[in-house]
Each structure stands twice: as structure tokens, then as C-alpha cells.
């Protein structure tokens, strides 16, 4: 075997090494890959779903505080549910402005938003702060626009968010902190000191968030079903006349 041929079979075993160890470098990459973490569970550690979660995870210290009625243990359950309320803004501020909308948070923001307000709504049923047919309508209203929301996105339809959608929810959510309250508090309003009802309050502005309520939810209703017209006009005006 000549010099020639020797090192070209030389040359071609350090190749096939070379490629070797490439290749076993790529596959341990694969394994380390494969047994991290998710791209969901990944999503989970960004500070808007983090936040959401928050609203979750206080859901239980709500209910103990507003157990028992106590005055005080009310006024930091109202401060606790103001404070997932601001989050609920926050959190998707920060997920628009830094481009961090997940799946993840597409499911858990709303979920969160209604079980921390359900939790409320029954708290204060149980209380006998409010009475329990408004509770019926407004968590009816919810279950029947989130159906007609999650039909239309089956077919490729999108309900947009109403104004009157607005003020319920601005409404209730300030309702129930007054609701939380209860008791009669003064307030100072400059010079002037006021002893506020905060029941009679919260009895008013969840009212008024039922009747909202009920207008948003003919609207969602009104919406859904234009949108249903005007796909069946435009899929009869498509076909084929028939002969």
C-alpha cells in the first residue's frame, strides 16, 4: 500500500470520526431537549400568566376572609379583590406590550377572571348580601355568552366585546368591593366626613351590572345571529344555480 493510499484512508477515518462525534452530540441535544421542559409549562414562568395565576392561588384566602364576616377581615378581602383586579389589567398590559400572548394565558386570564368573581358572588349570596336570583342571571349570562363565543369560533366567526359588555363588568367588579366592605364606613370627602353604606352600594352597582348584563348578553345574541345570516347569504349566493 503505497503513501497515496494511506493517507487518503487516514483522512477518511478522521472524517468518519469527526461525523461520529457530531452525531452524538446532536442526539445528546435531542435527549437534554427532550426531557426539559414544555413549551407550555415554559409559558407558565412569564410575569402576565404568573399574575394570572396569582388570582387564582388568592382565591382560597378570599373565601376565609369574607367567611366570617368579620369588619376588618372584610375590608382586606375587598383590598384582595381589588388588587386581582388591577392584576387583571396588568397582566395583559404587559402581555400585548411585550408580546408574550400564550396559549396558556388565552385560557388561564379569563378562567381566572371568573372563578375569582364567582367565588365573590357566591360569598356574598351566602352573607345574604345580595340576593341569589342575581347571582343566577349574571352567572347564566356569562355560561350563555362564552357558548355563543366558543360556537362562533368554531366557524370562524369573532364576537367582538360590546360597550354595554364594558360597563358590567366595570360595575360588578366595583360592586362587589363595596359588597365586600358592607358595613357603614365614614369617608372624607375634603372638609366634609360621610358615613357611606357600602352594601346599600354594592346592592346598586350589581343592578345595575345585571341589567347591563342582560343588554350585553341581547347583543352578543343580535351579533351572533347577523353573523349566521350573512354566511348562509353569502354561501346560497356561491352555489351553483341549480337548473
Known sequence: MDKETKRKLKAETKLKRKEEKLRRRDEKRARKAALGPSPLLKEFWNLPNMLTMGRIVVIPV??????????????????????AAVTD???GFLARRWNMITT????????ADKLIVMAAMVMMTR???I???VVIVLLSRELIVSGLRQIAASEGMVIAAAQEGKWKTSLQLTGIIALCIHFIHPVHF?????NCDFNVIG????YLSTAFSVWSAGGYFRAFLAMVSKRGAVRASDSPASG
Open 104 to 111: 396558556v394565558g388565552k385560557l388561564l386570564d379569563p378562567l
Open 190 to 194: 375634603g372638609p366634609f366626613v360621610v
Open 89 to 91: 389589567v396588568i397582566d
Open 127 to 129: 352573607l345574604g348580601r
Open 203 to 206: 346592592k346598586i352597582l350589581l
Open 131 to 133: 340576593p341569589a336570583w
Open 62 to 83: 378570599f373565601v376565609w376572609l369574607t367567611y366570617d364576616a368579620d369588619p376588618m377581615y372584610s375590608l382586606w378581602a375587598a383590598a384582595l379583590f381589588t388588587l
